[in-house]
């Protein structure tokens, strides 16, 4: 049978018997793949140049180093920060400071003066120096006004001691809350 004629048969076959499609089938000529023959092809074609396992190794290893340097360097890092009681804790001066409606003088050692601040913004700046948490009680407290100086090396009871002074707060420290009434 010829390739036109089976064609035909495959895109119409209701214009066909059952027999003249059983004979047609009977003709095709369908070769089966020997798989050992066909894994070897595939091999073959798949295996790659012996310079870019032994290059992906190398660089799959320097990665690997470099993600275990970096992960060995953070925690020595962070476990030779000493560990000091709350009230004790000093500010970190190498933060880059941030402004709270006060004027930072550029020094390091110098002293951060709230003139006429509310007591939320000098609250937050001491917050963020000292890494504790700030809780208002007494939401009228939030906008007092205050004057206040704050000396880098002061530890952080010492400034709740100095706005301790006016008698319009109370601040208390907790583990590492200051609660304000």
Known sequence: MKKEEQIRMLLHPEKYTDEQLDQMLDEVNIPVPE???EWARFKKKRSGSPILK???SIIG????????????AHFIETDEKPKTAIAERKPDIDKVEKTYGMEVLPTKKAPVEFNNVELQQIMKYVSDNYNVKVEFKDNKARTIRFYL???SDNTLQEIIDKINHFEKVRLTLNEETITIE
């Open 149 to 151: 100086q704050w000396e």
């Open 35 to 37: 798989p050992n023959e």
């Open 61 to 72: 290893v320097l990665m690997l180093s470099g993600i275990s340097y970096a992960t060995i």
């Open 54 to 56: 032994i290059a992906a």
